[in-house]
């Protein structure tokens, strides 16, 4: 993709002046965990101007008087250390909220974050506690904080989000890859994309090294281990999106064993549909949703290396019956639909599931060919359609895309812009979006925090409209804005 002027890595490389902080919220000494990413997450998306240290990070211990911000909170492990300081900073008229410290977890892993019950309470807990301190006279948006937080340098941003990876993954003890799901090709499409953009060869070695630690566990995803769904005689979608994500990367890079791996997944997957009128169904799924979307690039890639015409016509099928049922006239999709005429509503992720099926499907076909060329106009309708949903002041996407009133989110934000950074790359998008997916990528940037994103949605269902309105977000470490973010350094 052609970098644009305005989106080099020329930019802020510490916070630490640029604006006057308000709030004073510690992280502990031991380090953050899940509850203090969640709050921290909250108050960044509020734009409260939380004192942030020359690494963009919580500080651990006061670095001035506490005089000096309207609101002060700590984590519990500070009681001790700090009690008498914030007890004498209320009695002359500083704001200390009622639960005075927040609770901390210690331990877990950052990354799980989507699916588990705990992690729903947590972020609705510290959406309140974050609501809460704007009582002590915090000014929501701040101009000088949010202006400070788009102009943090892309370089800066992508060294933070490199470290984490090598941190968690440089001594190579893995022993055998235990998670399927979204976020693990979320990570391994971002990180792939990251390391080539960035030309990074030891980042690139050690992604080569991760994926083959994935292929070469592939009887973990063969296995019910790991399953979510309790179904007898299920197997989730969650195989057949590491299957086309193991297929393309093992075809661009001639690696056999993924391609053969990537083939016996998404075999694996189709074996167990049952097909309703032509439409092959996963037998725990009986909607039409915009995940449903992601199951075919495998049909596409299975059609493609086998030669089974049966594959692309299921792919073909899918890609029409999903878009007459869940595509409005205005560009933007339902979340899901059925075959009595209801719909979702317009759940921001549910949009881009469907985005990213239909780009990632690309890879498996003939640019030039009519299959292509239908495909490419379903996506250029739907980045139309998101050119007037986007919101103007904070540059990216709402939780419900039509509904202004509802949240920005951001992992279905940074998913479209991953997107179009691919399709300009395959030549098959010009330069009509690149405005609105610059804005988005400034946007984004305001909502980065620590090698991850505040604004995240937690993982949604089928629902009325007050559930997409509602639903839960926090920080996330595992979005595709890494890659993004290579494509402007």
Not at 26 to 47: K, R, V
Not at 326 to 340: A, K, M, T, V, Y
Not at 434 to 462: H, N, P, Q
Request: proline share 4%; hydrophobic share 40%; with cysteine.
């Amino acid at each position: 993709m052609n970098k644009q002027p305005n989106d080099r890595s020329e930019g802020l490389s510490s916070p630490v002046g640029r604006y006057k902080p308000e709030l004073l919220l510690l992280a502990p000494e031991g380090g953050e965990d899940l509850n203090t990413l969640s709050f921290t997450a909250q108050c960044i998306e509020l734009g409260l101007a939380i004192e942030l240290d020359e690494h963009w990070r919580l500080p651990t211990a006061p670095p001035k008087e506490l005089s000096s911000y309207k609101v002060c909170i700590f984590p519990e492990t500070a009681r001790a250390m700090y009690d008498r300081d914030l007890n004498a900073f209320h009695r002359d008229g500083g704001f200390v909220p009622y639960f005075k410290y927040y609770p901390l977890q210690l331990g877990g892993d950052m990354q799980s974050v989507h699916h588990y019950l705990q992690s729903y309470g947590r972020d609705v807990y510290f959406w309140t506690l974050a609501n809460v301190a704007i009582e002590g006279g915090l000014t929501p948006q701040h101009p000088d904080f949010v202006r400070t937080m788009e102009s943090r340098s892309a370089r800066s941003i992508l060294q933070e989000y490199r470290d984490g990876v090598f941190a968690k993954y440089a001594a190579r003890s893995m022993k055998v890859w235990t998670s399927w799901g979204d976020p693990q090709v979320t990570f391994f499409l971002s990180n792939f994309a990251a390391a080539r953009l960035a030309r990074d060869a030891q980042w690139k070695e050690l992604v080569d090294w991760l994926f083959q630690k994935l292929i070469d566990s592939k009887e973990e995803a063969l296995s019910t281990r790991g399953q979510e769904v309790q179904l007898a005689g299920v197997v989730e979608s969650n195989i057949t999106m590491m299957a086309w994500m193991i297929l393309h990367h093992g075809v661009q890079a001639n690696h056999q064993q993924a391609i053969a791996t990537g083939l016996e997944l998404a075999r694996h997957f189709s074996d167990a549909v049952e097909l309703k009128d032509g439409l092959p169904y996963p037998r725990y799924m009986r909607y039409l949703w915009g995940e449903t979307m992601l199951h075919v690039p495998s049909y596409y890639w299975l059609g493609k290396l086998t030669g089974e015409k049966k594959y692309t016509q299921w792919a073909d099928a899918l890609v029409d019956r999903i878009t007459e049922q869940n595509l409005r006239l205005s560009g933007i999709w339902h979340h899901w639909s059925d075959d009595r005429g209801n719909r979702g509503g317009a759940w921001s992720r549910g949009v881009y599931w469907a985005v990213l099926g239909l780009t990632q499907s690309l890879a498996a076909m003939d640019p030039g060919s009519e299959r292509a060329q239908r495909i490419v106009e379903i996506l250029r309708k739907t980045y139309r359609g998101l050119a007037d949903c986007q919101d103007r002041e904070k540059k990216i996407w709402h939780l419900v895309m039509d509904e202004p009133e509802t949240r920005v989110e951001t992992s279905a934000s940074a998913g479209l812009v991953f997107c179009h950074d691919r399709l300009r790359e395959m030549g098959v998008f010009d330069t009509e979006h690149d405005e609105m997916i610059d804005r988005a990528f400034v946007g984004l940037k305001r909502l980065w925090y620590g090698g991850g994103l505040a604004a995240s949605c937690r993982g949604t269902a089928t629902g009325v409209p007050e559930y997409y309105r509602t639903r839960p977000m926090g920080w996330y470490g595992n979005s595709l804005f890494p890659a993004t973010v290579a494509a402007r350094e």
